[in-house]
């Protein structure tokens, strides 16, 4: 059973591209979770979302930034006009959550995104 | 509020010894109290979760001790080895489930062999 697959692993932007970065979540789990995590520092919850569905997305900067996990295919977290402050890694994590279960998380490997 | 202040921001053990690592919480509707294990290069993993209604949670050789009223909980590795060396984080959410968590910044632990 594989993991939570996210890619590309590595992406380097231009400040002003864009940059798309997406997670396949482990088979079985229709809930999606985006954290930041800056050098040196704890993860920073982002977002979450189940199939077609934003839950919570109180992490997310404003603008700039959106994410979404259509029906079919992996979720995808989009960073337009990128800056160098957004360069940082990126994880994905997905959950089976049950009734009465803490839903644990499972995390990917991140992407990796610097921005030059 | 929302902060989980985590200590030592790094810390260097013996093969053998003990490592503790401490954080604390403000936030009184956490309820959710998980530790991370991460490798350079690597995501998160789950190493040992704990909730508010029992005081000490042991799995092998790895320890949550939960202090309710000082709003403090702590991770302690016996016979520490070489393998363990990586970063920890602790984070805390609501709702008694992993949605949402609040991590800490991160301890940095090296085993000496």
């Known amino acids: 059973n594989a993991g939570v697959m996210q890619n590309p692993r590595h992406l380097v932007r231009r400040r002003g591209q864009e940059a798309r970065l997406r997670c396949s979540p482990m088979?079985?789990?229709?809930?999606v979770y985006w954290y930041r995590q800056l050098p040196e520092e704890g993860l920073k919850f982002m977002v979450y979302?189940?199939?077609?569905?934003?839950?919570?997305e109180s992490g997310m900067p404003k603008e700039r930034f959106s994410a979404e996990f259509p029906k079919e295919g992996p979720s995808i977290l989009r960073i337009q006009q990128v800056v160098r402050g957004d360069s940082a890694a990126y994880f994905c994590?997905?959950?089976?959550?049950?009734?009465?279960?803490?839903?644990?998380?499972?995390f990917g490997e991140g992407s990796r995104l610097t921005v030059l | 509020q929302q902060q989980v202040k985590q200590s030592p921001q790094s810390l260097i053990v013996q093969k053998g010894g003990i490592s503790i690592i401490n954080c604390a919480y403000e936030?009184?509707?956490?309820?959710?109290f998980p530790w991370y294990q991460q490798f350079p290069g690597k995501g998160p993993a789950l190493l040992i979760a704990?909730?508010?209604?029992?005081s000490e949670k042991k799995e092998g050789r790895f320890t949550i001790s939960f202090n309710k009223s000082a709003k403090q909980f702590s991770l302690h590795i016996m016979d520490s080895q070489p393998g363990d060396s990586a970063t920890y984080f602790c984070a805390a959410s609501k709702g008694g489930s992993a949605r949402q968590l609040t991590f800490g910044s991160g301890t940095q632990l090296t085993v000496l062999p």
């Open positions: 704990i909730r508010p209604d029992v």
């Open positions: 994590a997905s959950s089976l959550k049950t009734a009465g279960s803490t839903g644990e998380l499972f």
């Open positions: 936030n009184t509707a956490f309820d959710y």
């Open positions: 979302l189940q199939k077609e569905n934003i839950i919570d």
């Open positions: 088979k079985g789990h229709s809930h």
